[in-house]
């Protein structure tokens, strides 16, 4: 530990160190060994870092000032005064305050042991011990330190070497009295105990969490006919509520489940000949050349926080390893995440993985949807599902690799980022420059053959060591595929295990991490060696997406260097390349024109490279890719009419089908619109396709207004996607983020390379045009709804739904409401109900209520004025009363209903609710009225205070009460909630964590009471 030499309170910064004579200096950008954490002591006066001799003004500028450059793993803080630990800036100032240990009077006798954060001295060390105690020790054990013990400098012994191996950074972090019970200790465990620790786990959790699954539902054909129509609308309907992302898949497919119906044995010889075959891989040699790692994040200890993080944030249907452990299993057995994080470590230490985790079952996948592709062995992916357990390891060990050991920043595959829209937009970019410029440009696709399957673990090995990832962590990503094996699932049974000489398992978390540092070496050696595309100052050579490859140079020549380079590679690694799925052409320029494929053809390994001519394109990344125009457009329309109709023919209820849609049906068609440009046009087009179909679902009128459709659900919307809105908003967010990359070759290309007129254009089309400061997501909604509101029939009262989460929930989940109840709702909201008003619109005409004969038929009088449903009406406002007389009696309230108070000057009311409780009385009024404006609620609610409260001392001495409030509690006849009615369910005493809750069920209560009146007023007009 350092800390200065001037008295303690004068002293704001401490050191604390876990390891002895810390002497080596500090690290790239002034960065803090992870074996220190800072101490801040407050009251703070103004001093300078005494690392960068930066001056901190504030306590909180000290606070960010170490975390930010000097990047401190933990910052502790204490009283300057007392010296004790407290848990926040907040809590250290307010006891420094008034803390008054700086009055006692200090022993002037100075003993040998002194302590290191305060200039108390002790005669023993055991004393020393005590007094540390109540400094709160920030996690990390304090040296003691003897009087006399010399400081070379102000920073003298404050850093030394960061432990390289692992498992000796484990050692200063566990000892015997920090292992909770039941745990294994992580440096007393060998290989042998920790895989018979591991067996017994499993057992444990199996045996005490019996948790229940439903076997995966395998869909069938869905055939149209009479005989199973019903059982087909079970089947759906059974599947819709325990798997929608099957259902949908069902439905949107449209045929069965694809099972790969090979020969077993032909699959499990073609499985021997990948998974088994030899070795090729030789050595990176000449690719050898690679940045080293940064250690750091792979030293620490695994943490229980940690390991709950990984479990929670992983999928928790995804299916079981060969060992049947789940997601629940693992947070049932374990809640805090002890056992598994010094299980974890104790793997770590060792760098040996246990034989139960190196067992998996592959499951296979179709790479297409042709019958005869799927025929051959090579067209279905494996996915390896291991045990969760190791996943969950390999989870959290690939979250500190990849921050340890970056990929080379042209793969964008598996990484965080935009990925596949860069890769596109650089692409597209390049290429429109170069036909528009006149320039030379050659680009050559590469499809790697199963590459996931034919990696070198030599190579894995290799490129880790190279890039001098920490040897414990190397030995442990070799054990983890030394003896491990596989059982290849099919439709008549299981293959033998197959041992994995070759390849890395498609599914583990970390394969895709590994896959791309294999690859780095030869992105690597382009950047290096190969010739690219120059412009704006920068060499684009290659761009990565996993193992989709894109070759780019601005001469034939060049291209041959580059595809010199790749066979090279794939002669020191023993990969293959699927030469027919391989794809380029070559832009010859000349002064007058750009001519296409006007060259001799390219060859890898003596095959010549198919060339892509100007009426062709090729399928990169699920878009296609024209020599000439780049990236062309999709057409949105016709890829959402065949979803439509798939939707339209499925056994749903509408709802279902409007969620179907927005959930899994528009997402497939958003993808291919934005990476490729759809057409404004298109894409208004699409929309009106979509929002015709919903109508016809939802029983509404061609006339309703978008507002209903595309407002915000808090606002009273149905919240779809607007295709002419959210594509171009995500494209400009999208081009934005290319300025802004953290990918230095991507910034600077960005000016050159992106369209700036489309970019202006689709930022009209997202914006209309307009700034501010407000999310143009959120804004084309607000104007939506702004239109709606505006609107002189469709939009009267809407205003009084605006930014009304309680009246507006039942649009999302309409629980309580039948679909028929959901559908008379919708319109209500939208003022579409089929009166003679609505009908006879903008015409003369009878308008007299065809129920009562009075009055105009509008839905205000139909709901809360016509005398033919007054029963109705007084139905459901007892209903109400009802729910409300049940909350008060549950929450020990004596409730009388409509009791008659008589004075003889004020005259008689009959309330509809007396709630009496220990000398206290409530009186509320139900109403249910129609809200035409955002007063009208409030307005009610005053008229029931007013004529209910002058009767409060009648009440008083009728029942012997100290005190009587009296309250309105109005409902809108569409289910606007009142917000002063929260304040008589707080009267009543109901939780506050509840009352959102019943607020909720009161509007639902008070819609439902509306559509009950709808539907009769529907068959008695029809009848009539």
């Known amino acids: 530990m350092f800390s200065s030499l001037a008295p303690h309170s004068a002293n704001n910064i401490v050191f604390f160190n876990t390891d002895r004579d810390l002497k080596e200096a500090l690290g790239s950008g002034l960065k803090l060994p992870i074996s220190i954490t800072v101490g801040l002591k407050v009251p703070w006066r103004v001093m300078p870092c005494p690392l960068c001799n930066e001056v901190l003004e504030t306590a909180r500028d000290g606070f960010g000032h170490f975390l930010r450059k000097h990047q401190a793993r933990k910052i502790s803080w204490f009283c300057i005064k007392c010296d004790s630990f407290k848990p926040g800036l907040h809590s250290a100032t307010c006891h420094a305050a008034k803390c008054v240990a700086n009055k006692r009077v200090r022993p002037t006798t100075t003993h040998i042991f002194v302590c290191e954060i305060c200039s108390s001295s002790f005669k023993t060390r055991r004393g020393l011990s005590l007094h540390t105690k109540k400094h709160g020790n920030p996690g990390n054990k304090l040296r003691t330190k003897k009087l006399g013990d010399s400081h070379a400098g102000h920073c003298e012994g404050l850093f030394s070497p960061l432990p390289s191996p692992t498992n000796k950074y484990l050692e200063h972090q566990f000892n015997d009295v920090n292992v909770p019970p039941g745990c294994i200790h992580p440096l007393k465990s060998s290989p042998a105990l920790v895989n018979r620790t591991l067996s017994l786990y499993v057992k444990k959790m199996k045996s005490s969490n019996k948790i229940s699954v439903s076997r995966p539902w395998k869909p069938r054909r869905l055939r149209v006919t009479k005989g199973n129509r019903r059982d087909k609308y079970r089947t759906i309907q059974s599947l819709y509520m325990n798997d929608m992302a099957a259902a949908a898949s069902l439905i949107l497919d449209g045929k069965e489940e694809t099972t790969c119906n090979i020969n077993i044995r032909k699959i ?60 629940a299993h693992m947070l049932l057995w374990d809640k805090d995440g002890e056992k598994l994080a010094h299980l974890f470590n104790a793997i770590l230490y060792n760098g040996k993985l246990p034989r139960l985790l190196k067992r998996s079952r592959s499951t296979l996948v179709p790479k297409s949807s042709d019958l005869m592709e799927l025929s051959r062995v090579e067209n279905w992916r494996p996915i390896s599902l291991s045990s969760t357990i190791l996943r969950l390891l390999s989870k959290i060990l690939c979250d500190r690799l990849s921050e340890a050991c970056p990929a080379h920043s042209s793969q964008k595959g598996f990484t965080r980022g935009e990925g596949c829209g860069t890769n596109l937009m650089l692409l597209d970019g390049v290429v429109r420059r170069a036909v528009r410029h006149k320039e030379t440009l050659a680009v050559v696709f590469i499809d790697l053959a199963r590459a996931f399957d034919s990696i070198s673990h030599q190579h894995i090995r290799e490129v880790l060591e190279l890039r001098k990832v920490d040897a414990s962590i190397c030995d442990l990503v070799s054990n983890s595929y030394k003896h491990a094996s596989s059982r290849v699932l099919t439709h008549s049974g299981r293959t033998r295990a197959i041992t994995l000489k070759v390849g890395v398992k498609q599914g583990d978390p970390m394969s895709p991490l590994l896959f791309n540092l294999c690859l780095d070496p030869l992105l690597t050696f382009l950047d290096q060696r190969g010739s690219g595309f120059t412009l704006s100052g920068q060499s684009v050579t290659a761009l990565a997406y996993a193992d989709d490859l894109v070759l780019l140079s601005g001469s034939w020549t060049g291209m041959a260097r580059n595809l010199l380079i790749l066979e090279k590679f794939l002669d020191h690694t023993g990969l293959e390349v699927k030469i027919k799925k391989c794809g380029g052409f070559y832009l010859n320029a000349s002064k007058q024109s750009v001519v296409v494929n006007d060259c001799a053809e390219w060859t890898i390994r003596a095959a010549p490279v198919p060339m892509v001519d100007e009426t062709q394109a090729y399928k990169y990344l699920g878009v296609q890719v024209n020599p000439k125009r780049g990236i062309l457009p999709s057409n949105p329309v016709k890829e959402i009419t065949p979803i439509l109709r798939r939707i339209s023919r499925a056994p749903l209820k509408p709802s279902q089908k409007v969620k179907i849609l927005v959930t899994y049906g528009i997402p497939r068609i958003t993808y291919g619109a934005d990476m490729s440009l759809a057409g404004i046009l298109n894409l208004r087009k699409a929309d009106l396709e979509i929002r015709n179909n919903v109508k016809s679902w939802l029983h509404l009128s061609q006339s309703t207004a978008d507002g209903l459709f595309y407002s915000a659900k808090v606002n009273g919307g149905l919240g779809l996607p607007k295709l002419e809105k959210i594509i171009p908003i995500s494209q400009v967010k999208r081009w934005c983020r290319m300025f802004q990359s953290g990918d230095v070759k991507c910034r600077a290309l960005a000016p050159s390379l992106l369209p700036k007129l489309e970019i202006e254009k689709r930022w009209v089309a997202a914006t209309g045009g307009g700034g501010g400061g407000e999310s143009p997501r959120k804004r084309w909604r607000d104007l939506e709804y702004e239109r709606w509101c505006g609107l002189k029939c469709q939009g009267r009262g809407l205003a009084t739904f605006a930014k009304d989460p309680v009246s507006n929930s039942w649009l999302g989940d309409h629980w309580g409401l039948h679909e028929s109840d959901y559908i008379l709702a919708l319109q209500l909201r939208s003022s579409t109900v089929g009166t003679l008003t609505t009908l006879s619109r903008w015409r003369r005409g009878n308008t007299n209520c065809r129920a009562c004969g009075r009055g105009w038929e509008g839905i205000i009088h139909v709901v809360s004025q016509c005398k033919f449903f007054k029963k109705n009406r007084m139905a459901n406002h007892n209903i109400i009363c009802g729910m409300l007389a049940v909350i008060g009696r549950t929450l020990g309230w004596v409730v009388k209903q409509e009791k008659r108070i008589t004075c003889p000057h004020l005259g008689t009311a009959v309330p509809d609710l007396i709630m009496l409780k220990n000398g206290k009385g409530l009186v509320v009024d139900v109403a249910v009225c129609f809200e035409m404006k955002p007063s009208t609620l409030r307005r009610r609610a005053e008229a029931k205070v007013s004529k209910y409260e002058k009767f409060a001392p009648v009440v008083c001495n009728m029942f012997g009460l100290a005190d009587v409030k009296t309250f309105g509690f109005p409902l809108g006849s569409r289910g606007k909630w009142y917000e002063g009615n929260s304040t008589v369910l707080r009267e009543m005493g109901l939780p506050r964590s509840r009352i959102k809750a019943m607020a909720k069920l009161f509007s639902v209560t008070a819609i439902r009471g509306s559509t009950k009146i709808l539907k009769i007023f529907k068959k008695h007009t029809r009848t009539a």
């Open 268 to 327: 499990e010889e073609a499985y021997i000949a990948l998974w088994e075959k030899d070795d090729m891989y030789k050595e990176l040699g000449v690719f050898g050349t690679l940045p080293e790692a940064n250690n750091e994040p792979l030293l620490m200890a695994i943490t229980p926080s940690e390991v709950l993080a990984a479990i929670r944030g992983s999928r928790g249907k995804s299916a079981p390893g060969p060992d049947g452990i789940r997601k």
